[in-house]
Each structure stands twice: as structure tokens, then as C-alpha cells.
């Protein structure tokens, strides 16, 4: 009997990514944003989560995708991260999906840079292929331009 | 309770008892007759030694039992506290907490041998053949804690009245007098009514005394931070609720929600106290460290201390507790002189030491002054030469307080002969470290002969703090109100002459003097549409701040309010961002920052940060699209051309003996801080790459002097970069440029009226490992190699 895992799964830019279930806290809404000015790129604001702050991270910058267009809102992911919670900007939540450990595979060769870093693979899911997001990495808030203060 | 829940609660009560015998017995040292003082050491051995009695540490309980007869000698008056009886019960003092430590990590009391302790302690309570006489006279004191002596115990010492006296008075009772004590005495005549009220008071205060520790319980810290956390909510939800009372015009629900606030607002301060403690819990233990080293080093040393009482969040007095212990020592030791030199300079023979603690502008300020020998400028400079922690130039160019700064430098001490406590070169930079740590900042003052003072500043982190709300950029901001100084509001008609310029910086008249201008959002680089506040038409919003001692006008688009805010901390990876030191939830339930003060004056430049402490966050090619103004290092490239970098991308600036250059392949590197060194030789970059690769193979002569490097960061390696010689530090507009003429070279700019070259450092690093790290096959070998 091979192992299942749930994922939570979410769409940017038209791809589809899935965290591990566990990982997650949260699912909500477009909150209000406090923009954080000087900070990282990926930093997209502070949002008020029921009196906790906490950071959001606009995964198509942290990803290096094409930036989303203004008219449309983002939703947030609350993640649970070794640095307290972090909310992930997506475009779209999908389904929750169970796969198991058969279709999963290590991301190609020919995947570089730092996006590598926070893909750990692939679940080959019947119909499309479904990113498998490295919560930890995700969260990192350093530039993926690397222009951010380097850490002493 | 099990066994170990009772071992626990008996190591964690016997911590704070050894704490407190070591306060008390370096007082009693200062006042061997103090009987009340020596009745409570007395009693917390006995405590101790009960305890381990029960519990089953033999070894513990036979030192304590020995210092307890050691003690009863001493509380009887047969033997007098002398300085060798002092040190022995510390001693003993810390054989018992080492025994504890040792129960605490393996539940066992160890093979410790304490038979030399044992035995000291035994000798010492030999009572000398002529007792004191006028000691042993002394009445004793009753041994037990928490019960009130008896009246006429207090009225036989202080008011004079005889045993036969209270005896009578006492039988008198006994037979049914309903009377008190006090009463049937005044009657007699025995005593004033004045002596027994004031009888009464003492006993009211050694009764609670004896209570206190019944009226306090330990509490978890975690529980308390949740409690913390929750007040916190609270806080908030009472703003919205106010706010929103605001609308209606309900008056019983206004009512309501003001008495909602005023208990918020006490349980609030209940709450923070809680986790408040005062600054002596640690300074408690200082007079013993004091001793100790004064002893050690045989010097005679006192201290003093001011605001104790000036309270600290829990977790900040845990942080600094080592930092300021080190630091006192450290003065002790070495800022301290001997007696002998001190009666020549003309001082008293025993030194001060005093601490001072105090809060201002948000923050909690910590002094700690000797009136000792004072730095020594000179020999710092000196050593810093030695030590290349400087270079000459440098040198030449600080400024006394610069110099004097150095010492927290790492691997540096001044002291010339190296004890047990200082002089190693670790220490002062560890102190640094570990404030910096926790948001502070250390600072030393010193005057030759008059002695040295240390400050250390720490921020109150955790807080509910009152703050003025501002809005830029469509965003708010909350400014903590401390640093708040004043408010500036400029009329549109008055905006044209009231903002001059000096040389392009804004600056603003106030009550005559010239006050510094800061647009928020030119330094928090908001977006364009805010830039009506530098229009004539408008009017300008300037809020006077003060940072580290001097005052700079903040100019934002509109001031809102002032509001009680929760500070929550940022993220540790938004903490790189200086210009904030929090975020905190506003009453609609958005997030607001709170901006750093201090590292918003640091960042426009207000008040300069201190080099090493430069961040490295603008890389050479956002300077060229950064309109602001900037801080260059100027130096001379190859043919006395004029060359410039960012200060902010140096690291330092280092000299080194060309004995130092050692090569690595064809490469110039040296050692520096326990790694290797890359050097890159600006010359050889710029230089054609015939010419280049010739020199490259060569170590420089060894009489062409000391090379002067830049310490450069790029990308989390370091290297150095080689120069003929370093010109200046200046602030300077960037904004008349034009193309670079070679490569390695980003653009050329005006600064100070020469025409410098922006050097790009990628660009260098590329080239230099290029044809040094990696040789490209088509190069031609070197033809020389020497």
C-alpha cells in the first residue's frame, strides 16, 4: 500500500502548486495590506489576522512569475513556518488533493536558479501537474535578487 | 508531589536564599553588628541545611551545617565578622550553589571533596581566648521566620525597659489582666507611650517580614506572556469599541465602553508589571562581584547605586544581566587604580563605582562610572595601530570618543598584565555583541584621571507604548511618542520662506536655530504622488524628533492622533529593515509600522552610524538610480585618477605591511581574521591586460610600505581591494554623471568638484577572477616570474 499525502492546492499564472496539507493554518480572503516600505520585494504587506500580524509573501514574485494584474485580488494561504505564521499570496485556490508517494518526481535537470530551491518536485496528477512548494523555503523572505542586506 | 517536583522546589527556593546570603553578608562585612542582618543569614542556612537533611544530600548538609555553627558564633556575639570570615561563608556560599548546580544536572550531589572548606570553617568558629565582652552581652535574637517578636523583646531593646519589668507585666497578664503588654507597662511607668508605638511599628514590619512570602506565588513566565498576549487583544478591541462609540451617539453604550477603557487601561498596566522587574534583582549580586575582584586584585573598592527601582521587561533583564556584570568587573579591575597610586593622584584610597539606571526617550539607560584612572587615548591608538585595527590615516583623523570606542572592538585589551578577570581581549566586544543583541547600544565616555563612564542604552521592546499616529504615502505610521519633541504645523503662505536650503539639505528656523528636514517619504521611497508636501502651495506637517541626543524635523502628509499601541515585533527577516521597530494593529483593525526613530535619523544621515555597523545594502547598480544623496569613499586609483564606492559597501578599511602579502597562485592574498584574504589590485584591473598579467605574478617590495586596502562584501565574499591611497569620506549628490570611459567603471561623477570615477565592484570581481581564479586558455603566460 503506497502512502498518501494531502495537499492544498493553488494556482499562479495559470500553474498549479500544492503545499502539504499540514503545513497550512489557513485559507481566507483578500485581506487589507499595510505596505511595508524598504523591505524585500517579496514582501508584499502586513495583514491583520485576527490581531496577529503576520508577513505576506507574494509567491509570484518569490516563484520569479510574471507579476499579477492589478485588477484581480490575491488569496492568502496562511503557512505555518519555523518563523511563526506567513501568509502566501496565490491567485487562485484549488482543491484539496490526496496522491501517493508513486507519482511523485524530483524536479527536472533542466529546473535552475533559486526556484529550484523551493520546488521539491512534481505529483504527475491524471490531467496536469501539480508543483509540490517547499513551505520553508517559500517563506524565506530574502531577495531572490539577492539585493536584500546580507544577513551578518 | 513527587520526589523530584519537591528537589526542584527546593533548588529553586535555595538559589534565591544563596543570592540573598551573598548581598547580606558583603553588607554585614560593612556592618559586622547588624543582628538582624546576621539573624537572617543564620536562618537561611538553617533553612538549607534542614532541607538537605531531609532530602537526603548528606554532603550539602554537613557544610551547611558546619557554616551554621559558624553563624550561631557570629550571632551570639562570641566571634566578630572579620574579612577572613567573609571570604570563608562566601566560599561556602558557593560550594553550596556548586552542589546544587550538580543536583540540578544529574540529580546527584557529586564526588565532591570539601573537606578543606570543612575544615576552614571549623578552625574559624574556634573562639578566640578573650571573647568581646560587650558582644556577648547582646540579647539574642529569635531564630524563627515569620513570627512577630514579642513586644516585650522590642521595648527591653530599644526603649530600655527591664526584664524584671516585662516579666511582671507579663505575670500581670497571665493572671487575667486584659490589658496589653504596652498598656500595663505605660502604667507603670516603665516606658513612654511614644516608645510603645513605635514598639508596635517594629513588630508590625518584622511580621511583614515574615509574611511576604506567603503573599507572593510563582507563576510560569510562558502563562504570563499569554496573558500578555491577550491583554494585548484586549487593548485593541477596546479601541475599536471606542471608536466605534465615537459614531454612535448612544449614551449609555458611551457609557459602557468608557468604563470598558478605564479597566482595560489598569488591567493593562497590572498585566505589565507583572513581567516588569527592577533593575537591583541584578545589581543584588554586584556588591559581591565588586568585592570579589577589589579583593582579588587588592584594591578597596564601594558601590553605589542609583534607581534601582527603574524596571525592566523580564527577558531584557535576563539578556543584560552578563553584559553589565562583565562590565562591572571590567571597571574594577582595570578602571580602578591601586591605593597607593590613588593617595598619589590625590583621591580617597578606596574607589567608587557607581551604576545608575534611568529611562529616557523610550529607552532604559545604563550607567556605569569608576572614578578611576580614566582611558588612555593614546595607548588605544597605539594599540589599535599595532593590532591593524586601524590604519595610520584613521588614526590621525578620530576623534577621542572614537578612540575611546575601540575597546569593544574584538581582540582588544589595553591592560598590561592579564588577570583572571580581564585583559584576555575578550569581553568587551562579547558585552557589545550581546547588547546589540537585544536593540542596544554601548557607549563609552571617559576623562583621563577623573575616570570612566559606560552607557548602555536598551529599548523597551515589549510595550504598550503612546504613540502619535501619521499618515504618508496613504499609509500610517506610528512615531513612539518619547522621541516626540514637538509638533510644527507650517501654514501654505508660510511654507516658501520658512523651508531654506543649505546646500540642497532642507532645513526649517525653529525659534532661531537651524532644525534639520526629513521627508518621510523621500526616505521611506514612497510612491511619486506624495511629493505635493514639497509644494509652496500646501501646508507642511513637521513633526521635531529627537534620536541619540539630536533633534530633526520629520516632515509627513498629515499627523492623525495619538493612540496607545501594542508594539508587536517584525519578523526576523523584516528586522534587516531599520527604519521600523514594529508593527502594531490600529483601531480599524489595520496594520500600521512603527517607525524606528534612531534608525530613520541613522538612515537620512541625521546622525551617523558608526562604520562597521554600515550595512551593505546598496550595491553599486542601485546607487545609479538613487537621486539621493550619498555617502563615497574617495580614493586614488592607478595615475592619481580620483575613484569612488559607496561607503556603504565597505566594510572596512585596512592597512597591512607588504611582509603580509603572500600569494596563492598568481593571486595577492593575505591573512586576515583567521581567513584568506583575496586582494585585488585596483591597478592591475585597470591596466591593460599585457601589462597586467606581468605584475599580477609579483609580490609587491617588500620597502614599498604598507598597502592599503579596501575591505569590500560582495555577495557574502569578502575581499580586498588594493589602492594607492584613500582621500576621504564624503557626502555627495551623485546626479552629474556621464558615461564610463573604461570598463570596471559604472559612470563618471562631480564630487567635490573632481571628476571621480564610480568603480563597480561586480564588474571588478568579475574581471579579477576571470584571469585569476579561473585562466582562460588564449591568456599568454606570464613571461616574468621573479
Known amino acids: ?152 | 508531589m513527587s520526589d523530584s517536583d519537591i528537589v526542584q522546589d527546593f533548588l529553586v527556593e535555595s538559589y534565591e536564599n544563596l543570592d540573598r546570603l551573598d548581598r547580606e553578608l558583603v553588607g554585614l562585612e560593612k556592618n559586622p553588628h547588624d543582628r538582624e542582618a546576621l539573624a537572617s543569614v543564620f536562618r537561611t542556612i538553617h533553612t538549607i541545611k534542614g532541607t538537605c537533611g531531609f532530602l537526603g544530600f548528606n554532603k550539602l548538609e554537613k557544610v551547611a551545617h558546619v557554616g551554621e555553627n559558624l553563624l550561631t558564633r557570629l550571632r551570639d556575639g562570641q566571634l566578630t565578622l572579620n574579612p577572613e570570615l567573609t571570604t570563608t561563608l562566601l566560599g561556602m556560599v558557593d560550594a553550596v550553589r556548586q552542589m546544587l548546580n550538580q543536583i540540578e544536572v544529574s540529580g546527584q550531589e557529586g564526588e565532591r571533596d570539601d573537606s578543606a572548606l570543612i575544615s576552614t570553617l571549623g578552625r574559624l568558629q574556634q573562639v578566640p581566648e578573650i571573647p568581646q565582652k560587650t558582644q556577648a552581652a547582646a540579647p539574642k535574637i529569635p531564630a524563627e521566620a515569620g513570627v512577630a517578636r514579642p513586644i516585650g523583646d522590642i521595648l527591653m531593646q530599644h526603649a530600655g525597659v527591664t526584664q524584671a519589668e516585662i516579666l511582671l507585666a507579663a505575670e500581670m497578664q497571665r493572671a487575667g489582666d486584659p490589658r496589653h503588654m504596652g498598656e500595663i507597662l505605660v502604667e507603670q511607668g516603665a516606658v513612654r507611650p511614644a516608645d510603645v508605638v513605635e514598639a508596635l511599628h517594629i513588630q508590625q514590619a518584622s511580621r511583614a517580614q515574615g509574611t511576604a512570602s506567603d503573599s507572593t506565588i510563582r507563576v510560569d513566565v510562558g502563562l504570563l506572556d499569554k496573558v500578555m498576549n491577550l491583554v494585548g487583544e484586549l487593548v485593541l478591541a477596546r479601541n475599536q469599541v471606542l471608536q466605534f462609540a465615537s459614531w454612535m451617539k448612544d449614551s449609555g453604550f458611551v457609557a459602557v465602553s468608557q468604563r470598558l477603557n478605564l479597566i482595560t487601561t489598569e488591567l493593562q498596566a497590572g498585566v505589565m508589571k507583572t513581567r516588569m522587574q527592577p533593575i537591583g534583582n541584578i545589581w543584588g549580586q554586584f556588591p559581591r562581584t565588586v568585592r570579589d575582584v577589589a579583593v582579588g586584585c587588592g584594591k578597596t573598592v564601594g558601590i553605589e547605586m542609583e534607581g534601582k527601582e527603574t524596571e525592566l521587561d523580564k527577558t531584557i533583564i535576563e539578556a543584560i544581566k552578563d553584559p553589565l556584570t562583565h562590565l562591572v568587573r571590567n571597571s574594577v579591575d582595570h578602571g580602578i587604580e591601586l591605593p597607593d597610586d590613588r593617595v598619589k593622584a590625590g583621591k580617597d584610597r578606596s574607589g567608587c563605582l557607581i551604576l545608575r539606571a534611568f529611562h529616557e526617550g523610550g529607552q532604559v539607560n545604563i550607567e556605569i562610572s569608576d572614578d578611576g584612572a580614566g582611558l588612555d587615548a593614546e595607548r588605544i591608538r597605539k594599540k589599535a595601530l599595532e593590532r591593524g585595527v586601524i590604519t595610520a590615516d584613521q588614526a590621525a583623523h578620530m576623534a577621542e570618543r572614537e578612540i575611546f570606542n575601540l575597546i569593544f572592538l574584538p581582540g582588544f585589551s589595553t591592560a598590561e598584565k592579564v588577570t583572571n578577570v580581564s585583559g584576555r581581549g575578550v569581553g568587551m566586544d562579547v558585552v557589545k555583541t550581546n547588547v546589540e543583541k537585544i536593540g542596544g547600544t554601548v557607549d563609552v565616555q571617559s576623562t583621563r584621571g577623573q575616570g570612566t563612564t559606560v552607557r548602555v542604552k536598551i529599548p523597551l521592546t515589549l510595550a504598550i507604548i503612546p504613540a502619535l499616529v501619521v499618515t504618508c504615502g496613504g499609509d500610517r505610521y506610528a512615531i513612539p511618542q518619547i522621541s516626540l519633541i514637538e509638533l510644527v504645523r507650517l501654514k501654505a503662505d508660510e511654507v516658501g520662506k520658512g523651508i531654506e536650503l543649505v546646500h540642497g539639505s532642507p532645513v526649517y528656523r525653529l525659534r532661531g536655530r537651524l532644525l534639520p528636514l526629513v521627508y518621510l517619504n523621500r526616505e521611506l521611497k514612497l510612491a511619486a504622488n506624495t511629493s505635493s508636501t514639497t509644494k509652496d502651495d500646501s501646508a507642511v506637517n513637521i513633526i521635531v524628533l529627537q534620536a541619540d541626543g539630536r533633534q530633526f524635523g520629520l516632515v509627513v502628509d498629515q499627523i492623525n492622533d495619538t493612540e496607545e499601541i501594542v508594539v508587536k515585533p517584525l519578523r526576523k527577516q523584516l528586522k534587516t529593515v531599520k527604519t521600523f521597530a514594529g508593527s502594531s494593529i490600529m483601531g480599524d483593525g489595520k496594520v500600521a509600522l512603527i517607525l524606528d526613530v534612531l534608525g530613520l535619523a541613522q538612515r537620512a544621515s541625521v546622525i551617523t552610524e558608526t562604520r562597521d555597523r554600515a550595512v551593505a545594502e546598496k550595491t553599486a547598480e542601485s546607487a545609479l538610480s538613487d537621486e539621493e544623496k550619498q555617502t563615497f569613499l574617495l580614493f586614488s586609483g592607478p595615475g592619481d585618477s580620483r575613484m569612488a564606492i559607496p561607503l556603504s559597501t565597505l566594510a572596512r578599511l585596512e592597512e597591512f605591511p607588504a611582509t603580509q602579502v603572500e600569494m596563492s597562485g598568481s593571486q595577492w592574498v593575505t591573512q586576515y581574521r583567521g581567513q584568506i584574504l583575496p586582494l585585488i589590485r585596483l591597478s592591475a584591473v585597470l591596466e591593460e591586460r599585457r601589462n597586467k598579467l606581468r605584475s599580477l605574478a609579483t609580490l609587491p617590495a617588500l620597502d614599498s610600505g604598507p598597502i592599503r586596502v579596501l575591505v569590500l562584501n560582495h555577495e557574502g565574499r569578502s575581499f580586498g581591494l588594493v589602492v594607492d591611497r584613500i582621500v576621504d569620506i564624503v557626502e555627495a549628490r551623485a546626479d552629474v554623471r556621464s558615461a564610463a570611459t573604461r570598463s570596471a567603471v559604472l559612470y563618471s561623477v562631480v564630487i567635490g568638484d573632481r571628476v571621480t570615477e564610480m568603480l563597480d565592484i561586480p564588474a571588478i570581481l568579475r574581471r579579477a577572477s576571470v584571469s585569476v581564479v579561473r585562466p582562460d586558455a588564449a591568456y599568454t603566460p606570464p613571461e616574468v616570474v621573479n
Not at chain 1, 516600505?37 to 514582501?43: F, G, I, K, M
Request: with cysteine.
Open chain 1, 1 to 152: 500500500m503506497p502512502q498518501t499525502s494531502q495537499f492544498c492546492t493553488f494556482y499562479l499564472d495559470k500553474l498549479l502548486f500544492g503545499v502539504e496539507l499540514k503545513g497550512v493554518q489557513e485559507v481566507i480572503r483578500s485581506l487589507d495590506m499595510t505596505k511595508v516600505p524598504l523591505a524585500p520585494e517579496v514582501v508584499s504587506g502586513l495583514i491583520n489576522l485576527r490581531g496577529q500580524i503576520v508577513t505576506a509573501v507574494d509567491l509570484r514574485t518569490r516563484l520569479a512569475l510574471v507579476s499579477r494584474p492589478a485588477d484581480t485580488l490575491a488569496m492568502n494561504v496562511v503557512v505555518r513556518s519555523d518563523d511563526g505564521a506567513v501568509s502566501l499570496l496565490v491567485d487562485e485556490i484549488g482543491d484539496v488533493v490526496e496522491v501517493d508517494e508513486n507519482s511523485f518526481e524530483p524536479p527536472p535537470e533542466t529546473l535552475r536558479g533559486s526556484v529550484r530551491e523551493m520546488i521539491l518536485g512534481v505529483h504527475k496528477l491524471h490531467d496536469r501537474l501539480m508543483h509540490v512548494l517547499d513551505i520553508e523555503k517559500a517563506c524565506q523572505m530574502a531577495d531572490v535578487t539577492g539585493t536584500a542586506a546580507p544577513a551578518r
